[in-house]
């Protein structure tokens, strides 16, 4: 009899407009162009999903805005939601996290202390958006250097005095500065 073997996710659920005020780059760059700092966002969060393994959401309410209805749409993986009218980002997720498996591995990155405080009655982790964007950070910079080591790596493996015989290597310096 073959085993049914279960495999939890990984799920990222980031609190779009909570992050945004909490990074201060992105902060200043939605005082002039909202859609700018929240592509950026998105941008980042797709990154740290691929390097950490993410199932990744990016939530942002339109609670004030009229007529509004809920749209999800893909970016490049990471599922982006506008909540529709009057619904704000927190009780979306709150909504979302309650129709996930127990079994699966949730973190929501929020700093609204009450939002935090349902996410782990939830049984789900909390990442404050300092967190998120110092790890994201960190993990940035974890892949450049191990970018580095490999390339370094690599062009000393393929380097021709690594390939051959050093007697062969000798005479082909020799040929090279026209001695015999």
């Known amino acids: 009899m073959k085993k049914n073997k ?14 945004i ?11 002039d162009n909202l ?9 980042n969060i797709q990154e740290y999903a691929k390097l950490k393994g993410y199932e990744a959401y990016v939530v942002f309410d339109a609670y004030n805005v009229k007529g509004c209805d809920e749209k999800l749409e893909n970016h490049h993986g990471i599922t982006v939601i506008f909540t529709r009218e009057n619904q704000t ?16 591995e949730i973190a929501v990155a929020t ?4 939002e935090q405080q ?13 967190e998120l964007i110092g790890d994201l950070n960190n993990a940035k910079e974890e892949l450049r ?21 050093s007697d062969i290597l ?6 090279r500065r026209n001695r015999k």
């Not at 495999?7 to 909570?18: A, C, E, F, Q, S």
């Not at 349902?118 to 300092?130: A, H, N, Q, W």
């Open 6 to 19: 279960f495999v939890p996710r990984k799920i990222l659920i980031v609190d779009g407009y909570n992050v």
């Open 21 to 31: 005020n909490a990074w201060s780059k992105l902060k200043q760059i939605s005082k």
């Open 35 to 43: 859609e700018e700092a929240r592509d950026k966002l998105i941008s």
């Open 89 to 104: 980002a927190d009780s979306y997720i709150e909504k979302f996290i309650s129709g996930l498996s127990k079994y699966d």
């Open 111 to 114: 700093s609204d202390y009450a």
């Open 118 to 130: 349902i996410v782990l009655g939830k049984g789900c982790t909390r990442i404050s958006s300092r």
């Open 145 to 165: 250097n191990s970018n580095k080591n490999t390339t370094k790596k690599y062009n000393d493996m393929n380097r021709l005095e690594n390939r051959i015989d």
């Open 170 to 175: 000798n005479r082909l310096e020799n040929m």
